[in-house]
């Protein structure tokens, strides 16, 4: 049995449009940028600044986002040409499917659950903690056990995860309308803490920028960064080695971008809108986010900010409450549509999984009026619902970005070697500077691998054994590819 077989990239887009696997092409450009802004800014701006800031860079968490942003640039380049030369729903697991193999595949579409599917239960269950504090501030009490970060049974977070659910099923092109609604309050709000903010900040507060690195309890043992016990480095917080574990932390806020090439077979014109969308959306975050973290630890010394709700925290600390509301509806709405765009992604890389074969094939039925994939998405929607509902997953965010970066590794590889094997595919967008860039792409996401904690990589190494455990047991015997020619081109 091959397992490095590979799915021609002609045979993937003659897939798109078979009758029952047919999805409606619906999203524009602009769409897709806004699906792309509308996931980025989330948790990562609302709720890490606060936390990377206070435990582990100082005023420098602006630096980390700048250093996080480089990486993810480099593997936006890389995804914006594999988006444009092969426009199938999937995202990295497509891409490893038509250039590394089928069983490289199935490992990143597993490996995608890491970033999408547990990555919208841990949005949800901060969902329901912005929902709990924004009904104590109307006089609405939702009782500890049923919501917020610590509920036993987080009602709020199975019903928006339901919801959500609901939408996509209906129709893509309703989902991007609430979404671009969504996105625009949001990226007001944040708009609103830059401006306003700017008048309440203390040059003081910028001192030092780069605090004296010191011990902490929070990075001993198992929960230091891998590549400081692997030189032997004492684990600290602040200092540049503080900076460089904040990026590995604040890398959540920019998880998103390569969920808009998930949608590729919803596009109107893939080869030109895809590039478009993915480089613009991540340009326009990193810029707002380093400002709002700029801002935010100007306005409140970095020792003294809120780790749950920084934002609105800051305000009410200079004795402008009024702010603070106006920003928690604010990080509610983000919040939302990173939930709705997760499950996006997610439910159409098990649709591209299923087709292929590597999933049940039923789970790739497109519904007759809606043009959607409903059985994928609402399977997934009632398991991320149970996910974010019993399990306090907050901690796994760092779970969440190890999964995310390896699928980066594996498409900045996938663009060199497609260049190789396929020269002569059509490319709309070409990723400049190969091998050179997508080189440090690779090197990039490494490093910030490194930097991520031991147990991280522990629970990631248990993640991927499961995986090619489903693998050897029912996706290489189920492969299209593994089907007779005749049954395959039937």
């Not at 936390?51 to 942003?69: D, L, W």
């Not at 629970?459 to 054994?465: K, L, P």
Request: glycine residues 8%.
């Amino acid at each position: 049995m091959n397992l490095f077989r590979t799915m021609p990239v002609e045979r993937s887009i003659r897939d798109t449009e078979e009758p029952e696997h047919r999805l409606r092409k619906d999203l524009s450009a602009l769409d897709l940028t806004v699906f792309g802004v509308g996931v980025i800014i989330g948790t990562g701006i609302f709720v890490l600044t606060g936390e990377v800031a206070r435990e582990k860079a100082g005023p420098a968490v602006a630096i980390s986002f700048v250093i996080a942003g480089i990486v993810c640039g480099l593997a936006a380049l890389c995804y914006a040409e594999f988006a444009s030369t092969v426009p199938v729903a999937g995202s990295a697991y497509t891409f490893s499917f038509a250039t590394l193999g089928e069983f490289p595949a199935w490992i990143i579409g597993w490996d995608l659950i890491l970033e999408l599917a547990l990555g919208a239960a841990v949005v949800a269950v901060g969902w329901s903690g912005y929902a709990k504090s924004l009904l104590d501030s109307m006089g609405v009490h939702l009782p500890d056990s049923i919501a917020g970060e610590h509920a036993i049974f987080n009602v709020p977070a199975m019903l928006i995860v339901a919801a959500v659910t609901a939408l996509l099923v209906i129709g893509i092109k309703v989902s991007s309308r609430l979404n671009a609604i969504v996105v625009t309050i949001k990226v007001a709000v944040i708009l609103l803490v830059i401006v306003a903010g700017a008048f309440f900040v203390k040059g003081a507060n910028y001192t030092p920028f780069f605090p004296k690195p010191e011990s902490s309890p929070s990075v001993e043992g198992i929960r230091a960064p891998l590549i400081q016990g692997l030189f032997g480095i004492t684990p600290v917080s602040y200092g540049w080695f503080g900076v460089f574990a904040a990026v590995a932390i604040v890398f959540f806020a920019f998880i998103g971008f390569d969920v808009v090439a998930t949608a590729a077979e919803e596009a109107r014109r893939p080869q030109r809108d895809l590039p478009i969308a993915i480089i613009a959306s991540l340009v326009i975050c990193t810029v707002l986010y380093i400002a709002v973290s700029l801002v935010v630890v100007g306005i409140v010394n970095y020792k003294q900010l809120n780790i749950e709700a920084p934002l609105a925290e800051a305000f009410k600390a200079v004795g402008h409450p009024g702010f603070a509301t106006i920003i928690s509806v604010g990080a509610l709405a983000g919040l939302t549509t990173v939930v709705l765009i997760l499950l996006l992604g997610q439910s159409r890389v098990f649709f591209a999984m299923s087709r292929d074969g590597l999933l049940p094939s039923w789970l790739a039925a497109v519904h007759p009026r809606f043009g959607t994939p409903y059985r994928s998405t609402v399977i997934l929607g009632a398991i991320v619902a149970i996910m974010a509902g019993l399990i306090p997953l907050a901690a796994l965010a760092e779970l969440v970005n190890i999964g995310t970066l390896f699928a980066f590794v594996v498409v900045s590889i996938g663009v060199v070697i497609l260049r190789r094997t396929r020269p002569d595919l059509p490319r709309s967008f070409r990723t400049p500077f190969v091998p050179v860039l997508p080189a440090l792409s690779v090197l990039g996401c490494l490093f910030v691998m490194l930097n991520l904690p031991v147990e991280t990589w522990l629970r990631f190494a248990a993640w991927m054994v499961l995986g090619s455990a489903i693998y050897f047991v029912y996706g290489r015997h189920h492969s299209r590819l593994a089907a007779p020619a005749t049954k395959i081109d039937a």
